[in-house]
């Protein structure tokens, strides 16, 4: 059966060609949505959009890209991005509609890198690139912390470590913090986030428009929980998460450096798992990426995400380059046995 195959350099004619299949009804990850890498793209002035799209017997396939010049490519992703994979509309024909994906690709690109992927994504994207000619290197990327929630949560937060709930309890009587919990976009509070932000250990956010519109389109949807720990009238931990279909994911945190003996961040946290658990009953909660020692007090699963690098063996210059990197790779795995 044949494959339709196109490729855009325009989201909105992406958008016009999918109509509601990359919407928020139809894609239960915000990543997959056409208004994500619409809003990412408006934002980041580096990213070059080239979406290609198969299509066969009512099923689609799509994978975004930005172009960096010289034959290279990569996901139309930023660090924001917490997880990036091929986009599906329809049944079936996975396979076969991203094998017709990464033959296109070969048209354009010599090397492109997507990341960071699942498993199971990572294993989808291999199987289709090796089948159409690439070779294919995945290295690990970073980690994402997870954990399976069951009943209320006094029952989730007897089982998680006696310190970590010791600490909590200590320090919310010690310090008297006031906590305020959002279930939607509040300009005050997000004031009071900046200020934590730009108070912390983490510095400056990477573009701080792009992630205000993010979170004001996720008030405007229903999803967004926005936390703030106050002391003394002044903002000293804030965090935000986005609750959907029921999975939440705790996007961004941050406490004030000249507050840390306090541990704001815990006792913040501990009050937004309680207010998520309760009120939104989600069955998981992620914490983003990243391996931060601290997560795991809180999370019950480390899962692996990777970088997979593609190589145009038809390239000579891609072919070297893959035969460099599978070197490479064998040293690494040498040494880790």
């Known amino acids: 059966m044949h494959v339709n195959v196109h490729l855009y350099e325009d989201l909105a004619a992406v958008a016009a060609d999918a109509g509601p299949a990359l919407d928020r009804a139809a894609q239960p990850n915000l990543f997959d949505r056409i208004a994500w890498f619409r809003l990412i793209a408006a934002h980041l002035a580096d990213l070059r959009p080239v979406v290609i799209r198969a299509e066969c017997d009512g099923a689609r396939a799509w994978l975004f890209l930005t172009d960096r010049g010289g034959g290279r490519a990569e996901a139309l992703a930023c660090w924001y991005t917490l997880g990036f994979a091929p986009v599906f509309a329809g049944a079936g024909g996975h396979d076969r509609l991203l094998a017709a994906c990464a033959k296109e690709a070969k048209a354009r690109f010599r090397l492109v890198t997507l990341s960071p992927m699942t498993d199971e994504d990572r294993t989808l994207v291999e199987r289709a690139f090796v089948a159409t000619g690439w070779g294919t290197i995945a290295t690990p990327a970073t980690i994402r912390h997870a954990v399976a929630v069951e009943g209320d949560f006094a029952t989730w937060w007897a089982g998680r470590p006696g310190k970590l709930r010791n600490t909590a309890k200590r320090k919310a009587k010690a310090s008297a913090f006031r906590i305020e919990i959002a279930d939607g976009f509040d300009p005050t509070l997000w004031a009071a986030y900046e200020t934590v932000y730009a108070d912390s250990w983490k510095g400056a956010e990477g573009a701080p428009a792009l992630l205000r519109a993010l979170v004001e389109q996720e008030g405007a949807a229903g999803t ?108 690494r795995g040498a040494k880790g046995r």
């Open 224 to 331: 967004l929980r926005l936390g703030i720990a106050f002391l003394k009238g002044a903002p000293v931990a804030a965090q935000w998460w986005l609750v959907e279909r029921g999975q939440a994911t705790i996007h961004k945190l941050a406490y004030v450096d000249a507050a840390r003996a306090l541990s704001p961040g815990t006792v913040l946290t501990a009050a937004m798992f309680r207010h998520v658990i309760d009120r939104d009953r989600p069955t998981a909660i992620d914490f983003g990426t990243g391996d931060d020692p601290y997560k795991a007090d809180w999370m019950d699963e480390r899962q692996q995400l990777w970088r997979v690098d593609l190589f145009r063996l038809s390239s000579p210059s891609a072919l070297l380059r893959y035969a460099r990197a599978r070197a490479a790779a064998l040293v």
